[in-house]
């Protein structure tokens, strides 16, 4: 009996030794679909690892503010993050391919840009000791202003809320002022005047209650951007190789479902924004016209700067 109490207390200790608990930061509250969705990765990944590794999701910009996650799992400050995958535009323009105006405006085309992406992204993330693990998109981005935009014009000297460098160079083409905003301090941006206008999900609209600072919104689609979710590669690659397989089999899932969940946010969100006052109303010929000419402007200032491997990209998806 003695011999079996030891057994068991070595077998305790033995198994609490080889269990991993990863911190995971996001960006976005626990009642986005993204989140969501990580949270379920996480419980997917410690069911199958019957715990071996336990994954804790701090939401919305809690453990390290949106523009740090990336560096901190590179940093290997934790071990995992989720970001907006376009704000690491900057280090090369493939990042961001799917930010820009008009290059792919359907769940179809995102899927096809994505797939154009990933092996160029993955090689770049490489590079920095990184490993993509998943990817999902957000709704089409629409627009969110106080009355109707007939036409770009009608943008001329709003205080323009972006989140990237595409969207500043967007607004700024359209007359607009642009001021960086991250998603959890919308509310507050207009309440103070610091922004009047927005391009963003129907999501991200609700999300903030976008019913009480503006009146209409109009779904123009203009781009479908998505979010990644990297992992450090030296702490991957020291996971024992079954739970290695199991964080790669939670990760295809949480992709397959998060583009599911994406879809039918983009009809649910967009008709809980009309119940809760907004005018949805579709944008003229007139403004899609203009919108798309400042996209094709922007593309042509894109290919300009564009890295080989972010035209490779381009290539990829338009052949």
Do not use: C
């Amino acid at each position: 009996m003695k011999h079996a109490i030891l057994f068991a207390s070595a077998l305790t200790v033995s198994t609490a030794a080889h269990a991993e608990s990863w911190d995971m930061p996001t960006p976005y509250g626990d009642t986005t679909f993204h989140t969501q969705n990580i949270s379920q990765f996480a419980d997917d990944i410690r069911t199958a690892t019957d715990g071996e590794l336990d994954i804790t999701i701090h939401s919305a910009g809690s453990l390290f503010p949106h523009p740090e996650i990336k560096g901190a799992v590179r940093n290997r400050q934790v071990p995992i993050g989720e970001f907006f995958l376009s704000l690491l535009s900057n280090e090369d323009l493939a990042y961001g391919l799917d930010s820009q105006p008009f290059v792919a405006t359907s769940y179809d085309d995102a899927k096809k840009l994505w797939d154009a992406q990933r092996p160029v992204i993955t090689e770049l993330l490489a590079e920095q000791g990184l490993m993509p693990l998943f990817s999902v998109p957000w709704p089409a981005q629409g627009l969110y202003t106080n009355g109707e935009i007939a036409t770009v014009d009608d943008l001329n000297g709003l205080r323009f809320r972006a989140y990237n460098a595409a969207l500043e160079e967007f607004a700024t083409i359209a007359g607009a002022a642009p001021v960086q905003i991250e998603a959890s301090n919308i509310p507050q941006a207009f309440a103070t005047g610091q922004v009047e206008a927005m391009i963003t999900s129907p999501s991200t609209g609700v999300n903030s209650t976008a019913w009480d600072f503006v009146s209409h919104y109009s779904p123009i689609n203009a781009w479908v951007p998505k979010n990644i979710v990297v992992v450090n590669k030296r702490v991957f690659d020291g996971l024992d190789a079954e739970v290695q397989a199991a964080v790669t089999e939670a990760a295809a899932a949480a992709e397959t479902r998060g583009w599911e969940m994406s879809a039918a946010e983009a009809d649910s969100k967009t008709a809980e924004l009309a119940e809760n006052g907004i005018t949805v109303y579709e944008p003229s010929a007139e403004l899609i016209d203009g919108l798309q000419a400042i996209g094709q402007t922007m593309l042509e200032n894109w290919k300009a700067n564009a890295s080989d491997s972010a035209i490779s990209v381009l290539d990829a998806y338009n052949n």
